[in-house]
């Protein structure tokens, strides 16, 4: 069985999706890391983000092992590396490219083939998983979300301010909302969850409910 869990950056979608999996004893797949791992390997080869025969060579060349919450880039763990701020600025090209979005919609289409998985990111339910059997889109507040980030970056040692990060947050969701390939929106059979004001615990408990049948 597959759940997908889209949605904006912080609405808790990662934190959420993993507690999910394990309430429901599934597999957990984030994305969002898929396409970070793609943008530091990009950073760290130099190459221009933008450019599409240099991404497909770039991919031909790197290898990426993904696991729950751990990615590997050319053997060395770059779990942190990829939520570093830099990462997060340079990850827009890399989502808009059609050529990363098709090799790692292959990825993630393989990785949960046959398996019960919890799969988070923009696009699960709209294009990688439109048949999944449960669909969520969480969304909140955006000076909620920013603040939830300050704190995630705060607590990897990284001091950036809370304006700063609520204009980062703001482009980063206009390209990926306005872009052509798999936009950031909810799929049209997607449960759609306000977080604002609930508690981790409460949108999983919600989430768990949907699944086990007990909410509609
Ligand atoms: O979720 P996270 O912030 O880690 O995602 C990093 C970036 O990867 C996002 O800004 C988004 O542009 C892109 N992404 C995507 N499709 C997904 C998951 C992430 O385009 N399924």
């Known amino acids: 069985m597959i759940i997908t869990i889209d949605g904006p950056a912080g609405s808790g979608k990662s934190t ?80 808009e490219s059609p050529v990363v979005r098709q090799h790692l919609a292959e990825r993630q289409r393989q990785l949960a083939a046959g398996r019960n998985i919890v799969c988070e990111g923009r696009d699960q339910g709209t294009v990688i998983f439109p048949h999944a059997e449960y669909k969520f889109f969480l969304v909140a507040d955006p000076m909620e979300r920013a603040r939830r980030r300050h704190r995630q970056l705060s607590q990897m040692g990284e001091e950036i301010s809370l304006e700063e990060i609520l204009k980062t947050q703001q482009e980063r969701d206009q390209r990926d909302s306005q872009r052509a390939l798999a936009p950031l929106k909810p799929a049209p059979d997607a449960l759609v969850i306000d977080t604002t004001n609930l508690t981790i615990d409460e949108v999983v408990a919600r989430i768990v409910d949907v699944v086990q049948g007990r909410l509609p």
């Open 16 to 95: 959420v999706a993993k507690a999910v999996a394990e309430k429901l004893g599934f597999e957990y797949l984030d994305t969002g890391a898929m396409f970070r791992a793609v943008t530091l390997a990009a950073l760290r080869a130099g190459i221009d983000l933008h450019d599409q025969q240099a991404l497909s060579d770039l991919l031909a060349r790197v290898r990426m092992e993904f696991s729950p919450g751990q990615v590997v880039l050319d053997g060395e763990d770059v779990s942190q590396a990829i939520r570093a701020d830099n990462v997060s600025k340079s990850s827009s090209p890399i989502a």
